[in-house]
């Protein structure tokens, strides 16, 4: 016999979108009856086979400031030395290549996560705070009710069979994307990438790569170039190097598949052959320490879209279950971050009594639009980090984008303003029509770019601007302060694409701007 339960929101999956969605619902819903379903059985290991150890400033302020959890943050994981990129193609020495990066920590705060660790603390957290986590769940079916009528799921809860009936279901599967595969909703997105990824179970310091002193000392603290997300770079590539709090490092390649094919890293003695090509730097400090591997794994087509998110018929999809855009500028728990507020606004809304299919597609609609302008920081643009100093003048304007503009309605807690997003409108729409003009721009740059790849450091340290739209993401403002600040970040954006472009021009000039702004502005410099 199956065992009927009831319940407010079942959650399909455990992991971090599912748990962090448990809790955020708890702080807001004292009473509100959660499941959550998990196919794992807790504790998980340490350094588990998930990645997504890297977190940028929305995915970190979710869940340090909106979760509460900076003090776990702290004592058990790392605080990131931000983003780092070598130019390191075929190279052995990196104080011989371009680098990018801060030469000291920026004011807000980021993370490396080991999963592991964070995923078990959330898990007793969410029993801890009266939630029903059930590990070792696998889901069997799900049947959605029409109008008033519940939604019923099917389940297998450490063997034994159970039925549970909810308001509200919610998918948090994953890849394994329960409500996606039953209701049709995959979606190609037109970005084919590959990724390999393992994790040793030791530090692979990048500090200890070289022996210049003066490479050292460009960065305060020295040799703790190690606590950042280490980016190798080459044409079609990108390699990355993650500490982690359980002291082991995530090591991984994504690739553009019409570049770099699977089958030449689909093991880890392929992987090795590759690096040895590509970053022999990597490669000898992988096997050195080969006998300390943890586990290996690939996945082809990475990133895909979906149909729909969020239902007026009380259902929703978030984290991997729904969209993947790509492991680059770790976007993946940004994601989770504004799809779970979206989830716990429309659960709100209909305690309320309110009607839910409008502000559903009204939603949906802002979710699909920062990932589509998300999406087009990747689609077709893995060519270009072969070169230097294109990809670095992209990473800068990527960062403006979103600080500028995501970063700010996450931070003011704006993602469910309907009304100042309304005000808003063209000015996000200008800011979406600039950074597609760029990334083209920047496409065509590089076809004509010498592609120079010399040993100087561009410090992110030296654009004061810059740092400053960093330390502004905690200002409290209003909500006429808000419309300021948007308005005049996009502004900022529009000056930066002219300097971009007279500083593109000054090195080709035979390079075409098309349509974009051709007079710098001194207000936003860029490196010497």
Same mark, same amino acid.
């Given at each position: ?5 009831? &319940? ?6 455990? #992991? ?99 999963? #592991? ?43 034994? $069979? ?76 990108? $390699? ?75 259902? $929703?999809?978030?984290?991997?279950? #729904? ?80 600080? #500028? ?74 909500? $006429? ?28 000039? &035979? ?18």
């Amino acid at each position: 016999m199956s065992e009927n339960l009831q &319940a407010d929101v079942v959650i399909l999956g455990g #992991g971090l979108a599912g748990l962090c969605l448990a809790l955020q619902l708890r702080q807001r819903f004292a009473d509100l009856a959660i499941i959550v379903l998990e196919r794992n059985t807790h504790p998980l290991p340490i350094a588990a086979h998930k990645v997504g150890e890297s977190k940028v400033e929305i995915g970190a302020h979710y869940l340090a400031d909106t979760l509460g959890l900076r003090k776990h943050l702290d004592e058990a994981h790392i605080r990131k030395f931000g983003f780092r990129f070598f130019w390191s193609e075929g190279h052995e020495d990196l104080a011989g290549v371009t680098e990018l990066g801060v030469s000291s920590v920026m004011p807000t705060p980021t993370w490396q996560i080991d999963r #592991g660790i964070l995923e078990n603390h959330l898990g007793e957290l969410a029993r801890e705070r009266g939630i029903d986590f059930r590990d070792n769940s696998v889901v069997r079916g799900v049947d959605l009710g029409e109008g008033d009528a519940a939604h019923e799921v099917r389940a297998t809860v450490q063997g034994d $069979a159970k039925t549970f009936t909810a308001r509200w279901v919610i998918d948090a599967s994953g890849r394994a994307g329960i409500l996606k595969r039953k209701l049709d909703l995959a979606e190609d997105n037109g970005h084919d990438g590959n990724a390999v990824w393992f994790r040793i179970d030791a530090m692979l310091a990048v500090d200890d790569w070289t022996d210049d002193v003066d490479w050292s000392e460009r960065c305060v603290p020295r040799r703790e170039r190690w606590r950042s997300t280490n980016h190798l770079c080459g044409p079609g590539y990108w $390699a990355w190097l993650i500490p982690l709090g359980s002291g082991a490092h995530s090591v991984g390649i994504v690739c553009d598949a019409r570049m770099h094919p699977m089958e030449t890293m689909n093991s880890f003695e392929r992987t090795l052959e590759w690096l040895g090509k590509h970053q022999p730097l990597l490669a000898k400090a992988c096997e050195a320490e080969r006998d300390k591997l943890m586990d290996f794994r690939f996945l082809r087509g990475y990133s895909y879209g979906c149909k729909q998110v969020f239902s007026g018929n009380r259902w $929703a999809l978030t984290g991997e279950a #729904g969209v993947f855009l790509d492991p680059f500028y770790s976007p993946g728990s940004d994601f989770i971050a504004i799809s779970n507020t979206y989830i716990c606004e429309l659960i709100a809304l209909e305690r309320a009594g309110k009607p839910l299919g409008p502000y559903a597609r009204i939603y949906e609609q802002l979710y699909f639009s920062f990932y589509a302008n998300t999406m087009s920081l990747y689609r077709d643009n893995y060519a270009l980090f072969g070169d230097a100093e294109v990809m670095s003048i992209k990473v800068i304007w990527d960062y403006t984008y979103y600080w #500028g503009v995501l970063c700010q309605l996450v931070f003011q807690n704006r993602l469910t303003d309907i009304a100042l997003l309304g005000d808003l409108q063209s000015d996000l729409a200008e800011a979406a029509r600039l950074n597609l003009d760029m990334q083209a721009f920047f496409r065509h740059w590089a076809e004509l770019s010498p592609r120079p790849n010399d040993a100087v450091m561009f410090d992110q340290q030296d654009l004061a601007w810059f740092v400053g739209m960093n330390a502004s993401l905690h200002d409290e403002l209003t909500d $006429a302060e808000v419309r300021l600040r948007v308005r005049h970040n996009v502004g900022l954006m529009r000056e930066l694409s002219a300097t971009i472009v007279a500083r593109a021009q000054a090195a080709c000039p &035979a390079l075409d701007a098309g349509t974009l702004p051709s007079r710098a502005s001194v207000a936003t410099p860029l490196f010497a």
